[in-house]
Every structure is written in structure tokens, then in C-alpha cells.
């Protein structure tokens, strides 16, 4: 489990890194290739993937997909998801 020290810093330096640059694609692709990197070690540091877990969900919410996808919950609640949306939704494994 990660200090709420650690959180608060990896989240910092997420959202400076978004906001300050734009490039949150690029951070995201880094922390992927990392992440897959240690995964693929035999001795893997369990305190560095989690950080790479937890980063990953702040980034989250500095990126497009939270507001679209919060856009088609509200679309799907209000009974307006087009045949398209839904058919893309059932092919993610969204179950409605």
C-alpha cells in the first residue's frame, strides 16, 4: 500500500506534467512501457508498479476517455445512446 505522501506526489507531478505540457499521451505511453518493463523482470519492485497503478488512475482523470466516457453514461441514462454507441459499448463489454 502506498503513503498518502507518495500518492499525493505522484499525483503533483501527473498533473503538472499534463497541464504544464500537454502530454499526457506521452506520460501515459511512458508509464505503460515501464510498467511492462519491470513485469517482464524476474524480481519484480512491488513499491514501484504499485506507483505505476497508482499514477496511471490520477492520469486518468486528466484525459479524454473520464469525460467521454461519463458523457455516454449520461447518454445511456437518458435512454439517447445511438445504435453505433451501443453496439461500441457491447463490443467493450459493457453490459447494459
Not at 77 to 95: D, F, I, Q, T
Request: without cysteine; proline residues 2%.
Amino acid at each position: 500500500m502506498l503513503s498518502i505522501d507518495v500518492k499525493q506526489n505522484i499525483e503533483r507531478a501527473t498533473v503538472s506534467l499534463v497541464n504544464g505540457k500537454g502530454r499526457g499521451s506521452v506520460v501515459t505511453g511512458n508509464l505503460i512501457l515501464t510498467a511492462a518493463h519491470l513485469d517482464g523482470q524476474l524480481f519484480k519492485p512491488q513499491p514501484v508498479m504499485e506507483a505505476l497503478d497508482e499514477a496511471m488512475t490520477v492520469l486518468f482523470r486528466y484525459t479524454e476517455f473520464h469525460d467521454v466516457g461519463f458523457n455516454l453514461f449520461l447518454k445511456f441514462s437518458e435512454s439517447k445512446l445511438s445504435y453505433e454507441e451501443e453496439e461500441m459499448l457491447k463490443a467493450l463489454g459493457v453490459r447494459f
